[in-house]
């Protein structure tokens, strides 16, 4: 089941199958009528047709969304960064192969040979602003700025792996991406991206947010709902921005703009070549097949027809990008409901148009919210006999739950929907592999075999352990990591484990897999990794998290 799939059913509360039509409808009426809503917009051959507004532009005012509203469209943003350095580069400012340091000379050395290409292709092995800010304590209320998150990208100590060598989404990277374009063109980012995109473009309405407090003429307010059952789903609270920090994000627009910009990356050429060819562009990572991502796009494909989209989500605000080349359609979906997802509706109004105009067949059921037969099927003993934590060879942790009675995979605390193809054997989305588990001589399961394209992992059934006050006693105290510029301190929480306290508030609760080894257990994630010397006392201890992995924290 691919990942919008899921997250649509998740949405839709397991519903049964609806024709792309109806899900638009059923949408609308569980989600966007006396609460934020979506604005959608479909352009196929230059001509507007189809387009919804739904919902509130303030609850506080009873103020309705307009066709013109503007609003926070975040990693949307990721394509613009692309057109930039492939225009820059067209007219001999830099080449994609340029060494990040030869126009960044601040650097660390860690971050020499990093590639401008590799940064937008999110193959530089940088670890991830966003990731580091929350290990750090800030919280999504905290104000923050471009130089205070440059800082602390240069306060890092390494990479998450050699660049080149893997794919793995880093904003970081459009950070500093940001500041090349405005070291090469003696502009700011968002002052170049105005004068050399939206006014040519008509793209009145858009613009690089560097200051979260302005004053933005048309911008309506996000939310988030403060609850997800019974009288809950109708309680909102508002979810502001607070960041000020830009390339890899705070794309200010509206669904026409995102149409403007779509229609002109469709008809655009560079030195003779489709630009929507050179966005296609994947990184070759050996060993590996294609990640499926290009130069600051995601590339794929809807029922066998060529795609390239991107979504964005900051605050409560959520938005998608998607465009058919071959179709000439551009689909934009913006919204200020953080509960909803705009990929799938993007998806559905994609649908409707292609069928509509007989470039796609009408299928009974629609693949983008057709029940997946598999989803609901368990072994003998339900899927209850599978689920618990597994530590693979590789060192990363993986954990399988049982939510609403679908088995559900959890790398690195993202949920992947996993489908029962028989036995003890689960099918990951997407085809991207296999889960296979094992028993023992009583049955019992005791381990998993998970085989991926390029490589087939083993992994152990574990229980997390519980310690003594005596053993956990090592381990507490003050540490201080010099790459965030911020202490933790770890305490005995009273159940055989520890919990991380930041200065700010934030608290970690940590279950012990092994000696030395603690993680956040419910969602596999935040693993906390301790050091010893040579005569076995402990010297340090490093955090992971999916996008900044090793961050380091000593005694003071």
């Known amino acids: 089941m691919p990942a919008a799939l899921a997250g649509l ?56 969304l307009s066709f013109e509203s503007v609003m926070h469209a975040g990693s949307v943003a ?24 030869r126009h960044l000379d601040d650097l660390p050395s860690w ?93 009145t309405r858009s613009r690089m947010l560097d200051d979260p407090f302005a004053v933005v003429e048309g911008m309506v307010p996000a939310y988030r709902r403060a609850g997800d059952e019974g009288e809950a789903r109708r309680r909102f609270q508002r979810d502001p921005l607070t960041s000020g920090v830009y390339g890899s994000g705070n794309l200010l627009t509206t669904v026409p703009d995102l149409l403007r910009f779509g229609e002109w990356l469709l008809a655009a050429e560079l030195e003779g070549v489709r630009l929507v060819e050179r966005l296609r562009e994947q990184p070759e990572i050996p060993g590996e097949p294609p990640p499926g991502y290009g130069l600051g796009v995601a590339v794929g494909e809807h029922r066998g ?14 938005a998608h990008l998607l465009l058919f080349p071959d179709e000439g359609l551009v689909v934009a979906v913006l919204s200020n409901a953080g509960h909803l997802r705009a990929a ?34 368990a072994p003998a003993g339900g899927h209850d006999v599978v689920t618990g934590m597994y530590l693979l060879e590789n060192g990363l942790p993986i954990r399988v739950r049982e939510v609403d009675g679908q088995a559900v995979l959890l790398i690195s605390g993202s949920p992947h929907a996993l489908r029962h193809e028989g036995g003890l054997r689960y099918l990951l989305p997407g085809g991207q592999g296999v889960l296979a588990f094992r028993t023992d001589r009583r ?34 105290g003050d540490w201080y990591s010099a790459a965030l510029g911020t202490g933790v301190t770890l305490v005995d929480d009273g159940a055989g484990g520890l919990r991380l306290e930041q200065p700010t508030g934030g608290r970690v609760h940590l279950a012990p897999l092994r000696r030395d080894l603690f993680l956040e257990w419910d969602t596999a994630d935040f693993i906390v990794a301790f050091e010893r010397d040579r005569r076995g006392r402990l010297r340090a201890f490093t955090v992971s998290v999916e996008r900044a992995q090793r961050v380091r924290f000593e005694r003071p």
């Open 305 to 318: 027809l060529p795609t390239l989209h991107h979504g964005g989500a900051n605050g409560g605000y959520r």
């Open 443 to 476: 049955g019992r399961v005791v381990g998993v075999r998970m085989t991926l394209a390029h490589e087939s992992l083993d992994g152990q059934h574990h229980s997390p352990e519980v310690l003594s006050a005596r053993e956990l006693r090592e381990y507490t």
């Open 344 to 377: 799938p509706i993007a998806e559905a109004v994609a649908e409707r148009v292609l069928v509509a105009q007989g470039r796609l067949a009408p299928e009974p059921v629609s693949p983008l919210v057709g029940q997946d037969p598999g989803a609901g099927m």
């Open 111 to 203: 971050a020499h040979g990093i590639t401008l290409r590799q940064a937008l292709q999110h193959t530089s092995g940088l670890k991830d602003y966003w990731a580091l800010s929350g290990l750090a304590g800030q919280h999504s209320a905290d104000r923050r700025s471009q130089a205070a998150a440059l800082a602390l990208v240069r306060r890092q100590q390494g990479l998450n792996f050699p660049a080149g060598s893997r794919h793995l989404y880093s904003n970081t990277g459009y950070l500093l991406l940001a500041e090349v374009v405005g070291r090469v063109t003696g502009r700011g980012y968002p002052e170049w991206l105005s004068e050399a995109l939206f006014e040519p473009l008509g793209m």
């Open 78 to 101: 990721k394509p613009l960064m692309g057109v930039a350095l492939l225009r820059l580069e067209a007219e001999g400012h830099l080449s994609l192969d340029d060494p990040l340091d």
């Open 9 to 64: 059913l998740a949405l839709l509360g397991m519903v049964p199958p609806l024709a792309a039509d109806d899900l638009l409808t059923r949408l609308a009426e569980r989600d966007w009528l006396e609460a934020p809503g979506v604005v959608y917009a479909a352009l196929l051959d230059g001509e507007i047709v189809e387009r919804g507004v739904h919902g509130q532009a303030s609850l506080e005012l009873d103020v309705a």
